[in-house]
C-alpha cells in the first residue's frame, strides 16, 4: 500500500509542557517513495528543515512504497530552558492513514538544577586537624546557579565549622556565613556571564568546633538553593572525621591449611586513619595466636613511608616494624602478604593484632584455619578384652584437591589409642577423587614418619598408607575390613582414633617454623563397652627370664623380666595386675607401698614386709614384696589371689599363667 499517511508531532517536558522546536533534521528512511516534514518536502541525508519561530509543533507525511515496512529517521532541535529534569517525549497526534497516535521517549532533561559535588576524594581529619575541601558548583544549563547573596548554602552538621572559605572575589564567591560558622554562603554577582552554562570551584576548611557533640564517621553537609537556584543532590559528604588509629583490612579471608607449610593469605593492609596517627621511630606489633607462625612476608610494600617491613625468614608468632619516613600530611599505608605454619588439628578464625606506635590495638581476622581432612565413621560397640573384633569402616576426606601432600615419606597414618591395635591390615581404596596410594604398600605398624623422623606408638597401632600422587579434585578415602583387639586397659567409652603423618602434617618437630603435634584430625570409631558377666576372660602368661608376655594372645613388653628365686617365681606386681584390668591410674606407689583397687577390691603391698592387705584384711606371705630394677616383684600366687585370678605354672615352659 502506497497511501501517504501523517501526523501532528510535538515535543514535551516530564511536567507535559510543550517545548519550542526550531528545526528538525531529516536522517533518511527505507521502504518510502516520499517524505515531507513541515511541509517540505525531503530526501537527502542530513537535510534541515527551519520550523517557524515559535512554533510548538510540525507535520510529518510519509508515502511508503507497499514493498516492507515503511520507516523514516529525524532528529528535532527543540529548547528545553528552565524546564524541570525528566524525560522529554515526542507525542504524534492527528494521525492519519497507517500512522498510529502515541508518544515515544526521546531525551531527558537534566533541569535547570546546580549539581554539587566533591572535588577528589572524601578526607580525614582528627580533632587536632582542619582539612580544607574544594566543592565544585555546575550548571546544567546556563543561568542555572541565580545571582545574589547566599545563592547556594553549605551547612556541616552539629560540632563542626567551616573557619574558612574562598574565592574571595569573582562572580562566584564563598564566605563563612556571619550568624553561624556552620554555615558556608556560595555568593554570585549580577553581572556574570548567564549565556552558558559554567562551572565554579570554591573552597572551605573544616575543623572541629564542639568534640561533645561532633560525631566521628563521616561528615555529611545539607546543601540548600537561595534565590530560585535549584541544587542537587540535597546532601554531601564533604569529609570524615575519625581519631587517631589505624585502619587494618584484608582482601578476602582464604582458607587455610593447618599442618601444611607456606600457606599464603591475601594481601592485608594496615593505614593511618589520620595522617600522623603512628607515631615516628616508634615499633608496630603484628601479632598471630601462638598456634600460628609467620614464616615470612610477602610482597610487602608501603605507601607515604619508609618500607621497614621485614625481608627475611620470622618463624614466630609476630613481628614488628619501625615507623619511619611519614610525613603527617598523607597517610602511610603497609601492604603485605603472610606465608603461615599453623599448628595441625586446629581450626577457626586466624586473628591478627596490631599495635603499637601510639594507636589502639587494631584486630582482624586475616585468614581461617581449616584441616587437610577429616575423618568420619559410624561408631560401633567394641569389647574390652575381646581380640579381632569387627569395626567400622572409617572415611577419611580431603578437604581440598591437593591437601594430601606426596613424596618421599608421605604417608597416612591412621593411630588407634593406648591399649587398642590393628588385629590385621584392612583394605584401603580411593573410592572419589583422583588421589593415588600405594595400596600394595600399606602396613600395619609401630610409627608415624614426619619431615625429618618418625613418632613411635605401641605395636600394631598404627595404619601407614602411603600416598603415590596429590589430587587435583578433593578426594575420599574408605578404610574397610577392620579388625581391633583391645586389651583390658582400655577404658570404657569413645574410642578416637587419630588421622596424621607427613602427608597431612608437614609441620611436626622443633624446628623454626613446626609445632609438636602430629594429628590432623580425629574422629570416633566405636563404643568401647564391657563385655557381659560370663564373657569377660583375661588370659595372662609370663615366661621366666623373658621380657615378652602375652593378654589374650597379644604380645606386649615390659621392662624387667619375671625371675625364680628360691623356687618362687617373681612376676612384676604392675604389669600382672594391668594384665588383669587394673587401670594404669589406679596403681598407686607412696612412702614404700603399692596399691592396687579394681573394683570394690583394695589390694596393698608394702616394700620389705610379707603381710598383703586385702580391703584392709591382712593375709601373711612367707616372703616379701622387693624391688628389681625399679619394679615391684612378688611370687605370682600371691598377685593371682589379690586379683582374684586363677593361676597355672608350667614347668617345663617355664611359663605363669593366670586367668581372671
Known amino acids: 500500500m502506497n497511501t501517504t499517511s501523517s501526523a501532528k508531532v510535538e515535543v514535551l517536558a ?49 508515502t511508503p512504497t507497499g514493498a516492507d515496512a515503511a520507516k523514516v529517521n529525524f532528529y528535532m532541535v527543540v529548547d528545553a530552558k528552565d524546564k524541570p529534569a525528566g524525560d522529554i517525549k515526542a507525542n504524534f497526534f492527528s494521525t492519519t492513514g497507517q500512522l498510529d497516535p502515541g508518544q515515544v521517549v526521546v531525551a531527558r532533561a537534566a533541569g535547570g538544577a546546580v549539581t554539587v ?61 556571619g550568624s553561624s560558622s556552620r554555615v558556608l554562603n556560595v555568593n554570585v554577582s549580577a553581572t556574570r556571564d548567564t549565556s552558558v552554562a559554567q562551572t565554579f570551584d570554591i573552597t572551605g576548611t573544616i575543623e572541629v568546633d564542639d568534640e561533645d557533640v561532633a560525631k566521628m564517621g563521616d561528615v555529611v553537609a545539607t546543601v540548600e538553593g537561595g534565590n530560585n537556584t535549584s541544587v542537587s543532590p540535597s546532601e554531601l559528604t564533604v569529609a570524615k572525621y575519625d581519631d587517631y588509629g589505624v585502619n587494618v583490612s584484608v582482601a578476602s579471608v582464604k582458607e587455610l591449611k593447618a599442618g601444611i607449610l607456606e600457606q599464603k593469605t591475601d594481601k592485608i593492609t594496615i593505614e593511618e586513619k589520620i595522617p600522623g596517627s603512628l607515631i615516628k621511630d616508634r615499633k608496630v606489633t603484628v601479632k598471630l595466636p601462638d598456634w600460628v607462625k609467620v614464616q615470612k ?99 577419611i576426606t580431603e578437604a581440598k584437591g591437593g591437601a594430601i601432600k606426596a613424596g ?56 601407614n598408607i602411603p600416598v603415590k600422587a596429590e589430587s587435583i579434585k578433593a578426594s575420599t578415602i574408605k578404610i574397610s575390613g577392620i579388625k581391633l583387639t583391645l586389651d583390658r586397659t582400655v577404658p570404657e ?110 589390694v596393698q603391698f608394702t616394700i620389705g614386709s610379707n603381710v598383703m592387705l586385702i580391703n584392709g584384711v591382712a593375709i601373711n606371705m612367707d616372703v616379701k614384696a622387693e624391688i628389681t630394677n625399679g619394679r615391684t616383684m612378688l611370687p605370682f600366687r600371691y598377685v593371682a589371689q589379690a586379683l582374684g585370678a586363677q593361676v597355672n605354672w608350667d614347668p617345663t615352659e617355664q611359663t605363669v599363667t593366670m586367668t581372671l
Do not use: C, H
Not at 442 to 452: F, H, I, R
Not at 518 to 546: C, I, M, R, Y
Open 408 to 463: 618421599t615419606n608421605r604417608s597416612i597414618a591412621v593411630i588407634l589409642p593406648p591399649g587398642v591395635q590393628f588385629a590385621a591390615v584392612p583394605k584401603v581404596e580411593v573410592t572419589s577423587g583422583d588421589l593415588e596410594i600405594k595400596a600394595e604398600q600399606v602396613t600395619v605398624t609401630d610409627a608415624v614418619y614426619t619431615s625429618d623422623d618418625k613418632v613411635t606408638y605401641a605395636a600394631n597401632r598404627v595404619l
Open 14 to 62: 516530564s511536567d507535559g509542557s510543550q517545548l519550542t522546536i526550531s528545526k528538525v533534521v531529516y536522517k533518511g528512511a527505507t521502504s518510502v517513495s516520499a517524505v515531507n516534514i513541515g511541509g517540505t518536502a525531503v530526501s537527502t541525508d542530513g537535510q534541515e528543515v527551519v520550523i517557524p519561530s515559535g512554533s510548538k509543533s510540525f507535520t510529518l507525511e510519509i
Open 493 to 602: 567409652g569413645a574410642l578416637m582414633v587419630k588421622v596424621g603423618g607427613y602427608a597431612v602434617v608437614e609441620n611436626y618437630g622443633s624446628g623454626n617454623a613446626q609445632f609438636r603435634s602430629d594429628v590432623a584430625t580425629e574422629a570416633k570409631l566405636a563404643n568401647v563397652v564391657t563385655p557381659a558377666p560370663g564373657e569377660q576372660k583375661s588370659t595372662v602368661v609370663f615366661k621366666v627370664s623373658d621380657t615378652k608376655f602375652t593378654v589374650n594372645g597379644v604380645e606386649q613388653t615390659m621392662d624387667v623380666a619375671p625371675y625364680i628365686k628360691n623356687g618362687r617365681t617373681y612376676v612384676p606386681v604392675r604389669y600382672s595386675a594391668q594384665a588383669v584390668g587394673v587401670a594404669a591410674d589406679n596403681i598407686l606407689y607412696s612412702g614404700g607401698k603399692v596399691t592396687l583397687i579394681k573394683g570394690d577390691k583394695v
Open 297 to 395: 612476608l610477602v610482597d610487602p610494600s608501603t605507601s607515604n613511608a619508609t618500607n621497614n617491613l621485614p625481608t627475611t625468614d620470622i618463624n614466630d608468632n609476630k613481628f614488628s616494624f619501625t615507623v619511619q619516613g611519614t610525613s603527617g600530611s598523607s597517610k602511610a599505608k603497609y601492604e603485605f602478604k603472610m606465608s603461615l605454619s599453623i599448628e595441625a588439628g586446629r581450626t577457626g578464625d586466624i586473628e591478627a593484632v596490631v599495635s603499637g606506635a601510639g594507636i589502639p590495638d587494631a584486630k582482624i581476622v586475616v585468614a581461617k584455619a581449616i584441616t587437610p581432612v577429616t575423618a568420619s565413621a559410624q561408631p560401633t560397640d567394641v569389647k574390652i578384652g575381646v581380640q579381632a573384633q569387627a569395626a567400622p569402616d572409617l572415611t
Open 117 to 177: 559535588a566533591l572535588v577528589g576524594s572524601v578526607p580525614t581529619f582528627g580533632t587536632d586537624f582542619s582539612k580544607q575541601v574544594t566543592i565544585r558548583l555546575s550548571e546544567n544549563t546556563a543561568g542555572a546557579l541565580k545571582s545574589g547573596t547566599s545563592s547556594v548554602k553549605i551547612k556541616l552538621p552539629a560540632g563542626f565549622k567551616w573557619s574558612s572559605a574562598g574565592p574571595a572575589t569573582g562572580d562566584v564567591t564563598a564566605a563563612v556565613d
